[in-house]
């Protein structure tokens, strides 16, 4: 074995696990494309993505980095809409087996724009109604800018009280590291 | 997919990508045996299993275990005694790549039996000094019965103040559960 996976490492290993060919899934944080162009594989041509980013810069880098590596524009939305919108752009009977967000800044980008847990709550909420069973939102929570504590706390604040008679809820993080590295929260719909 | 893993499958997820045939390795809390007999399993006959535990209900148990399961104990080493003792019964020499450890009681035994932080840290420290790089201690924490919490807190405090520039140090654990469920320490050497 290499070194145990990081959160976000590990946040891949579950959309591994959780998504199939022909699945419906939400990447809820665009921005370099990277989580998009992952799950647009995982899905293929059956499949469809929808990603969304209040961002235009997301949405010119993913649709670059989409064409760059062959993939049809058909099975991806990329929507240029905060994720709080979810519910407007996603057919009311869609079900999806996975969503996943990067929570923080755009890597890269400009450092004031940040999530917020005003929108990312909803976002996970809207998320949740549309998952299937044993169906997975995973939350790479990066938290060591201004606003990253409040939006930690209230995140997992909102998902410790998931019930869990309905809910698997999980975190994975690093305990042993000076800086703040993100912790992964591992939301799955258990019946 | 289905129910994504507890603390003590992602345990298991772990020993299978990290123990290799003809390894050493250290099961800190033998009990019922389950462990030991994955571990003998996974190392085979060139291996080797040192597993300790202070009762002889559980050198019993896992002696029967082991042979119902057709695994030589000559490459299962079961030790009744505590697993502060490792570096007596660990040839100076002896590289591991992994170690278990259940903390809590004997499950179906002597419930004021417990393991304890003044024995598990030096028997965690034994097994970092033994470990190979990319080795891995897993430590499964129960904390639901009296003395557990202030156990949990001395190891994770421990694990914490573990060098990040030498070891990786994660947790993986449930967060919506009412009960105390098990906590997953993951500690790797990194280099």
Redesign the interface.
């Known amino acids: 074995?290499?070194?145990?996976p990081n959160a976000l490492q590990m946040s891949h290993k579950?959309l591994l696990?959780?998504v199939g060919f022909g699945d419906k899934v939400i990447d809820g944080t665009m921005g370099n494309g990277n989580d998009t162009l992952f799950l647009a594989k995982l899905v293929g041509k059956n499949g469809k993505v929808y990603s969304f980013d209040i961002q235009k810069q997301a949405v010119k880098k993913t649709t670059e980095l989409l064409l760059k590596n062959h993939i049809s524009l058909e099975n991806v939305n990329l929507i240029n809409e905060s994720h709080d919108k979810i519910n407007e752009f996603l057919p009311t009977n869609e079900n999806i087996s996975a969503a996943i967000f990067n929570l923080g800044y755009l890597p890269g980008g400009d450092k004031a724009i940040i999530t917020k847990p005003k929108s990312t709550i909803p976002a996970i909420t809207s998320c949740i109604e549309h998952l299937i069973v044993?169906g997975?939102i995973l939350v790479v929570l990066y938290y060591g800018h201004p606003g990253g504590e409040e939006e930690k706390d209230k995140v997992?604040g909102f998902?410790?009280?998931?019930?869990?008679r309905i809910?698997?809820?999980?975190?994975?993080?690093?305990?042993?590291?000076?800086n703040e590295p993100p912790i992964l929260l591992?939301i799955?719909k258990?019946k």
């Open positions: 074995m290499k070194q145990i579950f696990e959780a044993h997975i997992l998902a410790e009280n998931l019930d869990q809910f698997n809820v999980f975190t994975y993080s690093a305990i042993n590291e000076i591992i799955q258990r």
